[in-house]
């Protein structure tokens, strides 16, 4: 522009000395413009530019000023800045959410998890991690990985449909064990993931209603045997007393009337040891809902372990703990446990695991921890061969047993919101006495809010 005005001042024969205060002038009024332009449009065009840039990088906080309306360039930058506003509230509730799904998560007491195509687990929440044992693991491992590290149970939570029954096994279940597997309805959906399937799996602990329900069905069962049964047996029973008493005078010889001795006297045994038996599991199917109080554990366990006197009962000196609870259910929870490990102690089998002499001893000790109270019943018998069949009703390995003590031991338990498990002396890391073999029966009870201690 400088150039073409001294061109044509040269043209017009002007006066150099005019040209000299007029070029400078004119070089004025150009950079003006110049500037005047920059500030309007270059300038304003940069900032635009920056506050998209940050935009693009999920930076919300920049703004363009001095946006006005009915000015192109001030339009565009209240846009602009109403779109990062917009952007900025979405993300903020976006974030919102987000922390409020992962604490709804974080709390849910029921296992969420979700895999990918591949099968790769991407997410699980703090119940999934207990459920499937999986503390401390990464996502991201494949399903192929997650068997070969022991979590054969995600393999088999991919292959579940929709409203399938799983069974899990409890964490840190090992070789020895008697406890009861978690049973879970498996609710599979799917959703997307930046535009990738993903395959989400939400479960449903239904084991304590499954065995309310199993608990119903043998109350019902026994009803009906024991109606059916008591029935045949009352009569039986004085059909061989009266033929008892009158055997003088009907039998034919000596030796007669001792085979219908001998035949009446075994009518009538087993008459008795089959309505013994029935009158047990109506004790079990008749168990009412405990009456809870405030009960002290040391002077009910000391109590517990006088009431043995075949086997040595020594009980550990511990602190004191009071439990909420229903003092004679307890009570009978505890016999039941220290009967079954004495019998242990005293069987045949301890006796050759110790050839060098055998004293059948059981032990009594407790511990508090993580809001609840473990209390532990330890024999030195011959320890567990098939712990899978332990708290199944009817089921005994002893020629006198009634198959009840342990599932009542279990179902008192469950009543007062705790559990009863079985473990190996070997599995659990022994004893402070006696010798390695031997089962240890621990009774899980939880604490009153606020008396729980740290181990």
Not at 127 to 137: D, I, W
Not at 210 to 223: D, G, K, S, T
Not at 247 to 259: F, K
Not at 358 to 385: K, Q, R
Request: charged share 25%.
């Amino acid at each position: 522009m400088v150039v073409l005005a001294a061109v044509e001042l040269r043209q017009l024969r002007v006066d150099p000395s005019i040209q000299w205060i007029v070029l400078p002038a004119v070089t004025a009024v150009w950079l003006l413009v110049v500037s005047l332009l920059q500030e309007r449009i270059v300038r304003p065009l940069q900032t635009l530019a920056n506050v998209v840039a940050a935009l693009r990088e999920d930076d919300y906080s920049f703004r363009a000023r001095g946006g006005r309306r009915n000015d192109a360039m001030g339009d565009l930058a209240l846009e602009i800045n109403a779109l990062a506003g917009m952007l900025q509230a979405q993300r903020v509730g976006a974030m919102e959410a987000m922390a409020l799904v992962e604490r709804v998560m974080k709390s849910m007491q029921s296992p969420v998890l979700a895999f990918d195509p591949e099968g790769r687990l991407k997410l699980l929440n703090t119940a999934a991690e207990r459920a499937f044992n999986l503390q401390g693991k990464a996502t991201g491992e494949r399903k192929q990985e997650s068997a070969a590290s022991g979590k054969d149970d995600l393999e088999r939570l991919l292959g579940a449909q929709d409203n399938d029954l799983l069974s899990l096994s409890r964490p840190r279940q090992a070789q020895g064990v008697a406890q009861q597997s978690a049973r879970w309805v498996v609710k599979r959906s799917s959703f997307r993931l930046r535009g990738v399937p993903h395959t989400l799996f939400v479960l449903s602990d239904v084991s304590e209603a499954l065995r309310e329900e199993e608990r119903l069905a043998r109350e019902r069962l026994i009803r009906v045997l024991g109606h059916e049964i008591n029935n045949s047996l009352t009569p039986i029973k004085s059909i061989a007393g009266s033929l008892r008493s009158r055997l003088g005078s009907a039998a034919d010889s000596i030796e007669d009337a001792e085979d219908f001795e001998r035949g009446l006297e075994v009518i009538e045994d087993r008459a008795e040891s089959l309505n013994r038996f029935l009158q047990a599991y109506r004790e079990l199917a008749g168990l009412p809902a405990p009456r809870l109080e405030s009960v002290a554990l040391t002077g009910l366990i000391r109590r517990v372990a006088k009431l043995e006197t075949r086997v040595a009962v020594s009980v550990s000196e511990a602190d004191d703990v009071v439990v909420l609870a229903d003092a004679d259910q307890l009570a009978q929870a505890l016999i039941n446990l220290v009967r079954n490990a004495a019998e242990a102690s005293m069987s045949a089998d301890a006796a050759l695991l110790s050839p060098g002499g055998h004293t059948p001893c059981v032990e009594i000790s407790w511990e508090t921890g993580a809001g609840e109270v473990l209390i532990s019943i330890t024999d030195n018998g011959p320890g567990l061969t098939n712990a899978s069949n332990l708290f199944v009703p009817f089921y005994t390995t002893k020629p006198s047993g009634t198959g009840i003590g342990l599932v009542l031991a279990q179902q008192i338990a469950l009543g007062h919101g705790g559990s009863v498990q079985l473990t190996n002396r070997g599995d659990s890391g022994g004893s402070s006495s006696g010798e390695m073999h031997g089962c240890v029966a621990c009774l899980r009870l939880p604490l009153p809010y606020g008396a729980g201690g740290a181990e």
